[in-house]
């Protein structure tokens, strides 16, 4: 049984590298899914992500986010995150941010990206 099982392993691999497309769109799927998770570390769109990748970095002092998270019974005025944002500014205590689009299928709903500030 365990020669049965060797042969047909052994096909399956061999099967897999003779074919040239697979391996390809293999390679291709692997690079896009690598892309897409190292993105938000290349450039991030909003001030979580800047927080997440600062607190890793080891050079620099972490920056937290203080400040209470709003509560969803009441809710601040203008952009809901603007008492924890450290980059928040006059337009974030007024006014809510729409969804912009940072990048192919990114989105971010901050002023500061739209106005290129993150």
């Excluded at 972490?62 to 203008?78: A, H």
């Amino acid at each position: 049984m365990g020669t049965l099982a060797r042969i047909r392993q052994s096909y399956i691999l061999y099967s897999f590298v003779r074919d040239w497309v697979a391996i390809t769109c293999f390679i291709i799927v692997c690079i896009l899914f690598l892309i897409s998770f190292l993105s938000p570390f290349i450039a991030p769109h909003n001030p979580y992500e800047s927080a997440t990748i600062n607190v890793m970095n080891a050079e620099t002092p972490p920056m937290w986010m203080e400040g209470e998270v709003p509560t969803p019974i009441e809710l601040p005025s203008g952009c809901v995150f603007h008492k924890r944002c450290p980059f928040a500014f006059e337009r974030c205590f007024i006014e809510v941010p729409n969804l912009y689009e940072c990048g192919s299928e990114t989105f971010a709903a901050c002023h500061g990206v739209e106005e290129g500030k993150i």
